[in-house]
């Protein structure tokens, strides 16, 4: 009985794994794991501005484009984009802090998405937005391997306190990542 292999599996794993069988040994399975190529990257934009507002007030714009392109293949072709923020602070005297807890994130719905499997949105609609406090989903992709992407373009929504900011710029860090 002759038994047919894929040459290159074979030959790795024979050369790493496998003994030189002997007269009497049965041939077992050569198994070989192909390392997934190409890279899984998120790009958002650099800067945003959310404008000026008193305090007690509301202040929301669209973050801009961000998009995962996963280029990862064969493999499980999952993954998920996480969100989250630092504080917001005014740096000049007296140094005064917004906390991220006030800043509210909604992803809304694909723009665009190339390849198989699911995109879910992790706030599909404004209603379902939710606060920074802690680090969010902010999109995700189940189930068919192989090359895909995903854009959307976040809303964001700072909550200006009533009482504790004084006039001035406040800076903080909205971060997406990706795994």
Known sequence: MRRRTNPLATAI??????????ASATVAPATYVLARAGELTITAPV???LGSG????QRSTQMGTVTVTDRRDPGSGAWTAT??????????APVVTIGRANMSYWSGPASATQGGGTFIPGQPTAAS????AAPRTAFSHTAVAG???????????????????TAGTYTGVVTHSVA
Not at 84 to 91: F, L, P, Q, V
């Open 13 to 22: 794993v024979l050369a790493a794994a496998l003994p030189a069988p002997s």
């Open 47 to 49: 800067a945003v501005s």
């Open 54 to 57: 008193p305090p007690g007030s």
């Open 83 to 92: 969100v989250s923020s630092t504080n917001y602070t005014r740096t000049t």
């Open 129 to 132: 937005r939710v606060t920074l």
């Open 147 to 165: 090359i895909n992407n995903a854009s959307w373009n976040p809303t964001l929504v700072l909550s200006i306190p009533f009482s504790g900011v």
